[in-house]
Structures are given as C-alpha cells and as structure tokens.
C-alpha cells in the first residue's frame, strides 16, 4: 500500500482547553513534590501532544514514562553529577596549595569534559525521544551511543568560535546534519544535507549588530549628553536616561530580532534539507512567525505573573506541528519495525545541563 503525502500531512488536533487541566495538575503535583513530580508531568504532557498529532492517517503515541526519566536524572547525577563536583573541589584544593599549573590543566581538562557532555547529552536525547515515539506500532532510535558525536560537537563549535565566529554557520549545519544522519525510523534512517550557502548574510548581520548598536547607541547618546551639559541639568539630565534606556532596550530587541531572522531561516533550510527514505520535510514559520510566537510567550508570562509558562510547551509544539510538511510518499506494507535498542533510560544527561524541552 502506498499512501501519497501533502502538505498537510501533519496536523494538530489538541486545544489550550483540553491542556489545562494536565497543565494546572503537573504545577500543583510538582510544588507538593518539591519538583521530583517534574518527570512525571514531562512524560504526561508529552503522551497528550503526541496523542493529539496526526501524520496522515494515524496520531503518534508516547510511550516513555515518568519513572524512565526520574531514573535517567538519578543516573546521572551519580554516575557523572558527583564526580564532577569532586573533580571541580580537587581543582580548587590545588589553587588554594599553589599548584596551579596542575590546577589550570585539571581546569581546562574539566571545561572540555563538561563541554563534551553537552554535545552527548543533545544526541542521546533525540535518540530516546525516537525511540519512545510510535506510529502505526513502529518506533525510531539510533545504534550509535553518540560519544564521537560528542566530540565532533566539541571540535566543530570551538572552530566556527574561535574564527572569529565565522564558521559558526558551518558548525551549526555539520552538527545537525551529523546528528539526524545517525538516527533512523523503523526500517529507514534520516538522512540530512543541509548546506550553509543562503545562511551566511544573515549571519554577518548577527555579527555586525553589536557594533552598530554601539555605534547608534553613541549617536544618540552623545548629543544628549551635550544638550544637558554633560549632567549638569537636573531634569534634562533625567529625560536623558529615560532616551538613554530606550535606546538600549531598543538595541538589544532589533539585536535579538536580527538573530532571530537568522534562526528562522536555519530551521527552515535544515529541516528542508532533512528526509526519511521517500519522504522530505519543510518547514513554513517565517521570522514573523517566531517573534509573534515569542512575544506570546512573553505575554503569556506577563499577565499571568509567571502562571502561564505552563503552557509554553503547549504552544510551542503547536507551533511546531503547524508549520512542518512532509512531501513524498509511505510504502506502509514496507515498514517494519526499527532494530535499534528500545531505549528505557531517559534523558537525565540533558536535564543535567538545563536543555531539556519537549
């Protein structure tokens, strides 16, 4: 059987209703459970959104548990949370002994590990969320543990930093296209060839916005600072800091909306250049789309002093669902199920760094 793709293969079938009560229970149980529920809310919410999207003719089904992600924190935290912190005080014992050569090697041995971590830590985590999602019965996963992974992350990113953050670009395409190339869907692997011709303008904006924020900010600075004598007048003077810290804030939004220009169009062109055996994705959120969906967010937050985050994960994979396409076809009589590890570890190693998300 064959089916043919549009681009209206994905869609998104929950609403903020139907959310809220899953939304207030996760905030209630995680407060009384001084935050231990957390993995549990995590794994509730993500069988809600994944039970709400549909791609073509059937929803996917989270099949991960709260307990697979408490055990996967606890893991880590042992297994790597407690050495680090031991490392780290050895590091400090020898300062404080004036052995600091030793000292800075041990440092820099320790940043590199940390740094290293971070690159398995964002593998392993898109490894266990294939793993525990199902279409039709069938699941994805990856059999690589991502530990060279992990140092290509390291490599890759102090290359495109320390060229002047000019190879940033580079970094970040190599880095996606080696991370979705070693995944795989039931029977098929994904297979990616972003490029970084069509990123890089926006991306010299980005680097050229500091300076001229530097610059406006002097332009319009300067002649304050003049008309008030240099502080001299009370009440010019005040007026003054009042242009001053909207002329800042102002800097840092178009800054933020210049790099945000350059992200909507990296996550278009990469998720374009991504496929899985005959079929191609694309992805639709302009530059406008994100910052409205920003915005919101922000919005959201304000207004409810701060309640409101919990339906960010809500929004966001909304978001995420509208805007993805898939063009191609499934031979669904042909899909058997995926050979790599059934993942029951969770994403403790992510967490550990703050980088979790939905």
Known sequence: ???????????????WQEYAPIAFTNLLLTIVTLGIYRFWATARTRRYLWSRTRFIDDRFEWAGTGMELFKGAV??????GLPLIAFNFLI????????????GALGL?????????????????LRYRLARTYWRGIRGGSENPGMAYGVSYMWKNFVGTFA???????????????????MSFGPYKFDAEGRVEGLMGRFLLCYAAPFLAL???????LPILMATNFGGDAQKAGAG??????????????????VLAFYAKFFRQMVEATSLHTLNFGFTASTKDWLKLFLGDAALILFTLGIGVIFLSYR???????????????????????????????????????????
């Open 215 to 221: 610059i406006g900010l002097f332009v319009v600075l």
């Open 164 to 182: 002047l953050g000019l190879l940033i670009p580079w970094s970040m395409v190599s880095l996606w296209n080696e991370r979705w190339k070693a």
């Open 92 to 103: 400090q014992r020898l300062v404080l002994n004036g052995n600091g050569v030793i000292a």
């Open 316 to 358: 966001h994979w909304a978001f995420g669902v509208r805007h993805l396409h898939a063009f191609g076809y499934v031979e669904v009589d042909h899909l058997t199920q995926s050979a790599t590890p059934e993942l029951r570890e969770g994403e403790g190693l992510l967490d550990a760094f703050d980088m979790g998300a939905i």
């Open 75 to 80: 893991m880590v935290f042992f297994v790597i």
């Open 241 to 258: 800091v009042v242009v001053g810290l909207a002329g800042v804030f102002l800097a840092y939004f178009i800054f933020g909306l210049i």
């Open 1 to 15: 059987m064959t089916n043919e793709q549009s681009d209206k293969a994905f869609e998104f079938h929950g609403s």
């Open 109 to 125: 041995g320790f940043f590199l590990l940390v740094y290293w971590l971070v690159g398995v830590a964002r593998f392993r985590a």
